[in-house]
C-alpha cells in the first residue's frame, strides 16, 4: 500500500484508502480537501469515520474496515459530488 501521509505511519489504523482524487489543476487539491471534510465534519476519527487527508497533487479518503460493506454508497456518493463540484479530475480506487 501507498503511504500518503505521515499519519499512515504513525497510526496502526484499522482503516485502508478508499480512493484517491487527483485534479488535473494542482491549484484545487485544497478545494476538494474542503469539500470532503465539510462533508465528514471535523470530528474524523481513524477507524470509526471515513478520514479525508491531502497531499500536494491529491485528496484520499480512507474508510474504516467497518464501512467497507458500504463501499459502493461510498463510491456513488464520492462520483456524484466530484461531478457536481468540480471538472477534470481522475479518482482512483485502489482495492
Excluded: H, W
Excluded at 500518503?4 to 484499522?14: C, G
Excluded at 480512507?62 to 479518482?91: C, H, W
Aim: net charge negative; charged share 20%; proline share 4%.
Amino acid at each position: 500500500m501507498k503511504i500518503l501521509s505521515i499519519s499512515d505511519l504513525i497510526t496502526n489504523s484499522s482503516s485502508e484508502v478508499f480512493c484517491i482524487i487527483t485534479p488535473e489543476a494542482k491549484s484545487m487539491v485544497e478545494d476538494i480537501f474542503e469539500v470532503f471534510d465539510n462533508i465528514f465534519g471535523y470530528n474524523q476519527e481513524y477507524g470509526v469515520t471515513p478520514v479525508i487527508s491531502m497531499n500536494s497533487d491529491c485528496v484520499s479518503i480512507d474508510l474504516p474496515y467497518n464501512l467497507l460493506q458500504y463501499s459502493e454508497f461510498f463510491r456513488a456518493g464520492v462520483e456524484k459530488i466530484m461531478s457536481d463540484y468540480f471538472t477534470s479530475f481522475k479518482i482512483e480506487y485502489p482495492n
